[in-house]
């Protein structure tokens, strides 16, 4: 008899043994990150793979995009709103062993604004005028300037904690303090992670013993893998066309949340004729949001009129600044010299729904005259190198993930050329204030100022398509921040 039983188990398919157990998950994502190592590289695949999974920060930001406290304890504000001072959590750990302390701390926020610094959220930083361990488990944090918004952007993945002995290996072989521990990244597959049995949070451990992240940019494929079971879970299905054939079957789970993906058209406003913003206005009121929604992502998102969400506090919606109107546009063109209009290249990554996007744009522009040229680049490596880095292109379609991102505009040499000292200064004066109510008025302004000048064409806010095994519990139905947080993910009994 237990010659047969070995024989029957033997038999048994490897997936079902593994099923049957619970404790493991497989999520899917249309795009692998170029390194595991948030704090030194903008993609925001890093941070899904590695935030609040292998990384933790001082805060962490909630399913509900409140600023939580987690591995600082608790803090205090100076009246001035300049000093900062966090208590840390006792008896923290690194995956390697190493403990986590104030001059862990200080170290990963000098790393993180230092002069050779490729940090993505620097700017922020950046206003950090001093850091001081005066003893173990306390951080004090000086400011040249007030910033409203601090709390939060210590939450996110760009201000996770590193160690001294680890950063410089991290964007391969990444070490830090959260439930997960990094195992293995087979580069164009997968990565796979597994619990971290001395996590410090004794109160919010990990559920799931392993979890691997597969990278399927095909959204056919990503569907493939789900029926299969290949795949547990897609939290951004990149397929919203056949998105309702998932909706109407019960083994799976569906999810219509909100993002901070944006979806602009970024234009060289340096370059001619994208520096009169005639130009720009008339490109923006070629553009049939709704339209485009309907025809890009199957009417899936909401259309924008800035770098803003109705997730952001202080939102405005400004779609009704440059509204769709064909024949204005045309009549703007003419005033600008382009009469017959004009032809520009359009660099778009190669992803199924930036191509959808750019496709049904160039249909929109081409009503006007225009006549846009589709040019495929390659994600991340080329397009970084000639979109973000050399500037070396006249428009590109693209998803900005940041939660808050309305400050790129203001940033010096960033990729769309575009200098507005008006908008500056007031994003700069909201940045600095400290009352909420003269905040938000300011954050209006600016969205104000973003909607009239056009540096981008504002699209829509896509939304979170998520698809999973039925089973699965515990995974975000929206993204305040890019994220796949595991740490309360299960298998229901």
Not at 234 to 263: C, H, W
Not at 476 to 487: G, I, M, Q, R, Y
Request: hydrophobic share 45%; glycine share 6%.
């Amino acid at each position: 008899m237990a010659c047969v039983a070995l024989a029957a188990l033997l038999a048994a398919p490897l997936g079902a043994t593994a099923q049957a157990a619970k404790d493991a998950l497989v999520v899917g994502m249309p795009v692998e990150p170029t390194g595991l190592d948030p704090t030194i590289a903008a993609p925001v695949s890093i941070g899904q793979v590695t935030w609040q999974n292998i990384y933790q920060g001082l805060t962490r930001i909630s399913r509900a995009g409140k600023v939580e406290p987690q591995l600082a304890r608790s803090w205090t504000i100076s009246p001035d709103g300049l000093t900062y001072t966090f208590a840390l959590q006792p008896g923290v750990t690194f995956h390697d062993g190493v403990p986590f302390d104030a001059a862990v701390a200080k170290f990963a926020l000098d790393r993180a604004r230092g002069a050779t610094s490729s940090n993505p959220q620097k700017q922020f930083v950046e206003a950090i005028d001093s850091t001081e361990a005066p003893d173990a488990a306390t951080l004090v944090v000086k400011l040249k300037r007030p910033v409203s918004d601090l709390l939060y952007r210590l939450g996110m993945p760009a201000a996770v904690m590193v160690a001294p002995a680890s950063a410089e290996a991290n964007r391969t072989s990444p070490v830090g303090t959260g439930p997960f521990r990094f195992k293995a990244w087979a580069k164009g597959d997968r990565v796979e992670l597994e619990r971290f049995d001395a996590y410090w949070d004794k109160a919010h451990p990990a559920r799931l013993a392993h979890a691997t992240f597969r990278f399927l940019p095909d959204a056919q494929a990503q569907a493939a893998a789900l029926r299969a079971g290949d795949v547990d879970a897609f939290p951004e299905f990149s397929a919203p066309e056949i998105y309702t054939a998932f909706q109407a079957d019960k083994a799976f789970r569906t999810v219509v949340g909100n993002t901070e993906l944006k979806m602009i058209a970024g234009m060289n406003n340096a370059r001619k004729p994208f520096d009169d913003v005639r130009v720009r206005r008339a490109l923006m009121m070629a553009v049939d949001r709704k339209a485009l929604v309907e025809g890009a992502w199957s009417g899936f998102g909401t259309p924008i009129g800035s770098q803003y969400t109705p997730n952001d506090p202080g939102f405005v919606d400004t779609t009704a600044v440059l509204p769709y109107d064909p024949a204005k546009a045309k009549a703007l063109l003419a005033e600008a010299g382009y009469p017959k209009g004009f032809a520009f290249t359009l660099k778009t990554p190669q992803m199924a729904y930036l191509s959808r996007s750019a496709e049904v744009l160039q249909a929109m522009l081409a009503d006007v005259g225009v006549t846009v040229k589709i040019e495929p680049t390659e994600f991340p490596a080329k397009w970084v190198q000639e979109v973000f880095k050399d500037k070396a292109y006249d428009m590109t379609i693209m998803t900005h993930a940041e939660p808050l991102d309305i400050d790129i505009f203001a940033r010096e040499n960033y990729y769309f050329n575009y200098a507005n000292p008006k908008f500056v200064e007031t994003y700069k004066a909201a940045a600095a204030a400290t009352d909420l109510a003269e905040r938000t008025k300011l954050i209006g302004a600016a969205q104000r100022l973003l909607a009239e000048d056009v540096p981008a064409l504002f699209l829509f806010v896509m939304p979170k398509l998520g698809v999973w095994n039925a089973k699965v519990e515990g995974l975000w139905e929206s993204e305040p921040v890019p994220s796949n947080d595991l740490t309360g993910v299960r298998w229901a009994e």
